[in-house]
Every structure is written in C-alpha cells, then in structure tokens.
C-alpha cells in the first residue's frame, strides 16, 4: 500500500438502510456537531474525525439520496463504490443479515474485489450471535474475505471490526521524515478552473512533471520546482462522471475534498470571479478550516472582471463576510489564464507555510498574554473572576497553544479570541488559524 500523508480516510458503501448512519454516529461519537460558526455540512453529514485507541482516520459516508427501484440502487451502489476507490485507503462495505444477500450487493462486491484497496466485509444488525451466525457466514459468497458481525445499534462488535480497518493503514512515521515539501491542495467547485492554475504553473516553469507513484486516487499529485524548491499540487480536478444529480455531485467533491485536503499542508480555494463567493465555498474552505490547514484563496479570472478602483475591496470584503470563519486566509487576485499575479502564489504559499509552522517562545507568550490581561479584564461569573495563570505553545501545522485557567467555564470564546487577536498582533499568523486547548489548574496547585 503507498505511503501517505494526512489520516487515512475509510468509506462506508452500501445498499439504503444497511444502517450507515447508524454506525456513522456511533463511530462519530460526540464529535458531530461541527464548529458553530463553520458552515459545515447541513443536510447530511459526508464526514467525521474518528479517533480508535491510537490511530485517527476520516470516516466518510459515501451514500446519497435513497433511490426507489432496484436498478437504481444498483447504479447508486455503483457510483458509491467508485468514490470509494477514488478518495479511500480502506473501504467498509456494510451489509444487512435481516435482508440477506441481495443481488446488487454480489455486483459491487465485484467492483471492489476489482479495485485492489483493502475490503473490510461488515455485516450489520447482528443482534444475537449464536442464532445469526449461519446467516452471516452466508456472506461469504460475496468472495471478499471474512464477514465481520456487528450491530451498529447495539454498538457490539465494532472494537473487532474497527481493529481489522486499522490494520491496513499505512505507516506515517516513516513518511514524515524523508518528505518535507510542501503539499498545496487545490481546491474548489467545479469548472473554477483549478486544473487550469496547476497547467499554468506548470507551463511556466518548463518542468518534467511526473505524477507520484503510489497515488492510487484520482485525486493527481503533481510534482513542481520553482525557484529551486519543490512543491506537491494536490489536484482535486476532473470530475468525469456524468451524474444528473446535483446532490450527488456536491456529495462527491466534498468527498474529493476532503481526502486532498487531509493529505496537504495548505490549501487554495479556487473562487470565480465571474460568479462571486457562494455557499459551497463555505462549505469547502470549512474542510480545511475544521483540519487546522493553511489557507489561500485565489479569485480566479479576475482579468474577465470590469474593475475600477473600489473592485478589490468590495470583492475582499464580500469573501471575508461569507467566509466569516476564517478572518486569518490569505488573498490574491488572478488569471490562470493571463497568468496575472500566479508567481505570487509561490511566495505566498511560502509565506503561509512559514506562519503554519511557526513557533513562539513560551516566555513572549507570557507576556503577550499578561498584557492582555491587563488592557481587558478577564469575564467573571457570580462574584468569581477568570485567572489566566499560563500559556504554552505544545504544536504547529496549525500552531496550538494550551492556556492553564482557575475555571474553563470561565473562559468564553470571545476572550479565547481576545487572546488569539493579542498574539496575532504581534506574530501576525497569516494565513493559519490557531488552536487553543484550555485547561483547568487549581488555585493552590
């Protein structure tokens, strides 16, 4: 299996009412709702973080709408399985013993036998092991390996299952040390013209471009050297599938985005000029913004715009209101196709880079903090003030702070972001959102 950056991602394929959602939650835990003032998912929720004992992946849930007639779920099944062998590293492939086994199941287990990514056969609604069992050997026929039981309700069986999906990912450490370059993740709607920015980047630099050996997605990695350093481009470009559904379609690009955007360092949301922000780039640059990943948003065929002098503001302002949520992106204005202002992507997604995997000393911490303290009083609750004893930078990519408080309940979001503002003024962090973990020491400790 090739080595990869970023959490595995695994996904879920099957019939309707197979019980996805059910195990989806379950899986989720707690973890669903997605940051307040992030336009996450609404409808639906494709995506979850997952954490089992050690290993962290992405859980995605490929399903779509619930179609009514058996050749239709039989062509939905299809397209499921097909994202799967796209975007994922392991696919779960859910089935139901109370239905048994069904036609359009043994067509998409041929699908993925096919595919050479490793199934894990789950077979839901296990509710009584020792008079379903026989039932579930059934499954067997479907040749792709051992039938794992579970019951998503009952949430038995989902440690054994779970510890069969880890065993296929690959391993990162090793990864991590020998590739330090810098992976860029472009992203975007349809037709924006993000494969159109890559060719141009890579038009201008003349260079022998190899796509990666061992990137099984259809998601292209593409190598780049400018300046004497090398780039990946992480290309979620080049959707194919002539699907109908518009639903289906949004479903599949957040998908896509989000196993680039796993594999990345820093992302670039492609916007058009000519059709202004809209709501799904809330929904994309909120992938990225839930994954802590550095952030460029390039307004692309800006050349077909009538300006004058108010354009830029209006447009930068129109972006910062709809994308309210990530205040710290970086902004450039381009053409792809006069090539205007594309070198600058460069040196800002060096500088990014940079920000992204800035430390800050623990004692220039302190005092930015102290000072904070001082020219805003912290909240206080019935008589009983907040005291900020301490501040710590523990990681980076992005770069996250612990702050030790007398009482986390004390500690509101919007001093959180009083503080976050204090240390941007001195350090700046553009183009990183900043993480911070608040805990809770007593007063005699």
């Known amino acids: ?134 039932d579930v050997y059934e499954f067997y026929n479907l040749g792709i390996g051992d039938p794992h039981p579970i019951s998503a309700a009952n949430r038995t069986g989902i440690g054994d299952m779970l510890d069969e999906v880890v065993k296929y990912f690959p391993d990162v450490t090793e990864e991590e040390e020998e590739d330090d370059r810098i992976r860029v993740a472009i992203v975007g709607k349809p037709n924006v013209g993000k494969s159109s920015i890559i060719n141009r980047l890579l038009g201008e630099n003349r260079l022998i471009v190899s796509d990666i050996a061992g990137t099984t997605r259809d998601a292209v990695d593409t190598e780049v050297k400018y300046n004497g350093k090398e780039y990946v481009f992480i290309d979620t470009a080049g959707l194919r599938r002539k699907n109908k559904i518009k639903e289906e379609l949004e479903r599949f690009m957040i998908i896509r985005t989000v196993s680039a955007v796993e594999r990345a360092d820093i992302v670039v ?63 450039l204005f381009i053409s792809a196709l006069t090539g205007q202002r594309l070198p600058k992507l460069y040196d800002t997604i060096e500088a990014v880079h940079e920000n992204h995997s800035l430390r800050v000393a623990t004692g220039v911490l302190n005092e930015i903090m102290s000072e904070a303290v001082v020219m805003q009083q912290p909240p206080s609750d019935k008589g009983k003030r907040l005291r900020l004893y301490y501040i710590t930078q523990v990681a980076v990519k992005p770069p996250t702070f612990v702050i030790f408080v007398n009482d986390k309940e004390l500690m509101h979001f919007s001093y959180t972001r009083y503080i976050e503002n204090q240390i941007r003024a001195s350090f700046g962090f553009k183009g990183t959102p900043l993480k911070f973990i608040i805990r809770e020491r007593k007063e005699n400790q």
Not at 9 to 19: L, T
Not at 32 to 41: L, N, Q, R, Y
Not at 286 to 311: L, S
């Open 1 to 134: 299996m090739a080595k990869r950056r970023g959490k595995p991602v695994v996904a879920v394929v099957g019939r309707p009412n197979v019980g996805k959602s059910t195990l989806f939650n379950v899986l989720a835990g707690e973890k669903i709702s997605i940051v307040k003032d992030t336009p996450g998912i609404t409808r639906d929720r494709i995506y979850a973080d997952v954490t089992w004992l050690n290993y962290a992946f992405t859980l995605v849930d490929t399903g779509g709408i619930e179609p009514e007639s058996k050749d239709i779920i039989l062509s939905q099944m299809r397209e499921q399985a097909q994202i799967a062998i796209d975007t994922a590293d392991v696919i779960m492939f859910m089935t139901d013993v109370r239905q048994g086994l069904v036609d359009a199941d043994a067509k998409v287990a041929d699908m993925l036998r096919r595919a050479q990514k490793p199934v894990i056969l789950v077979v839901n609604k296990v509710d009584n092991y020792n008079t379903m069992m026989p």
């Open 269 to 331: 949301l492609v916007i058009d000029a000519t059709e202004g922000v809209t709501e799904q780039d809330a929904k994309i640059a909120g992938i990225a913004h839930d994954r802590g990943k550095g952030m460029i948003i390039a307004v692309n065929k800006w050349d077909a715009i009538e300006k004058n002098d108010k354009t830029v503001n209006e447009f930068s302002a129109k972006i910062k209101q709809v994308l309210s949520f990530m205040p710290y992106a970086e902004m």
